[in-house]
């Protein structure tokens, strides 16, 4: 792709005020090797920011969807880039993500965030609780890089989409958080019949919440959300491999119970116990710091039984409240 056939990108970052990690995300974007781009922040209250090539667009005490459709509103550029405060870009981020817009069929795009190494130990054994097959599954490549493919839902932190589907789409137009992504990929890829790739080379770094009060009340609520969104939109997540994690607290809770019926049923029910620790400690102690495989594997654990339990809050639901 030459220098004049790039697009003009509009990175759009909603946040409730000025902070450390929001310095370094606009310094790392200020660096993008790429042609044409604006950055727009979205603070609760107007901020003066020591970047004169930020614009700066405060949107009072709302969400992050909402200040999102706020930067849409004020964005110039024909690909509209999202990201978090707590992210940072890669130099040749949009570049890397501007040739998956070659192909007009494709909407979106969407790439890992890596956990930097910059971080705090509780922040890195957070990173690889969500790295982690036994805590993310077949969902890993969110946060780190695997094979390019085709999927269906993406999280907002590091995520672009072309400005005339987003317009067409009516914006995010949600108060979820989180989870406006998921409504926002169901329109792309159910209604509109478009693409979303994921590229692995389209990389950004995104700090952890630490273990364990603040990663596990994100995970809860991460899965409040989702379990609700099963029924709310179960086109793209009514799938399997989001209710295993409840599965796996009933049976911890329910399933010794068996053995009243018979004995032989509660050997099964230890194995099973037996075999998910034995996964557990292998994975956490792979890690040769031995605090951090002992935070990575009781995070494991901890994360599995709480992700597990507030997704059947959320599909027990009537109604989420949505910001």
């Not at 040749?92 to 979106?108: H, Q, R, Y």
């Not at 077949?138 to 400005?163: A, H, M, Q, W």
Request: with cysteine; net charge positive; hydrophobic share 40%.
């Amino acid at each position: 792709m030459e220098r004049n056939n790039y697009p003009k990108v509009s990175i759009i970052i909603p946040v409730k005020e000025s902070n450390e990690n929001l310095q370094e995300c606009l310094e790392h974007c200020l660096e993008l090797d790429y042609p044409d781009y604006e950055i727009i922040v979205l603070p609760d209250k107007m901020e003066r920011l020591s970047y004169s090539q930020v614009k700066v667009i405060s949107t009072g005490t709302i969400g992050p969807s909402e200040k999102r459709d706020i930067g849409i509103k004020h964005a110039r550029g024909e690909i509209l880039a999202f990201l978090d405060d707590d992210t940072f870009s890669t130099k040749d981020w949009l570049k890397k993500a501007m040739k998956n817009f070659e192909e007009t069929n494709v909407a979106a795009v969407g790439g890992p965030a890596v956990t930097p190494e910059s971080d705090g130990l509780r922040q890195r054994a957070s990173g690889l609780v969500y790295s982690s097959l036994l805590a993310s599954g077949g969902f890993t490549y969110r946060y780190i890089p695997k094979e390019k493919c085709l999927v269906d839902d993406y999280p907002s932190c590091n995520f672009l989409i072309r400005k005339s589907i987003m317009e067409k789409i009516g914006g995010f137009g949600s108060k979820f958080w989180p989870g406006e992504d998921t409504k926002l990929c169901l329109h792309i890829t159910k209604n509109l019949g478009k693409k979303i790739i994921y590229d692995p080379e389209v990389l950004i770094y995104h700090h952890r919440r630490p273990l364990y009060k603040k990663h596990l009340r994100q995970v809860a609520s991460y899965a409040l959300h989702r379990g609700y969104f099963a029924k709310k939109f179960p086109e793209t997540s009514y799938k399997i491999s989001y209710f295993i994690p409840s599965l796996f607290v009933i049976g911890l809770f329910f399933g010794w119970s068996l053995g009243f019926i018979h004995p032989f049923f509660f050997k099964i029910y230890l194995g099973v116990i037996l075999f998910y620790l034995v996964c557990v400690l292998l994975t956490g102690f792979k890690h040769r710091n031995p605090k951090l495989a002992f935070l990575v594997s009781s995070g494991i654990l901890a994360t599995n039984l709480s992700y597990g339990i507030f997704f059947l809050k959320g599909l027990f639901s009537r109604r989420l409240k949505e910001e």
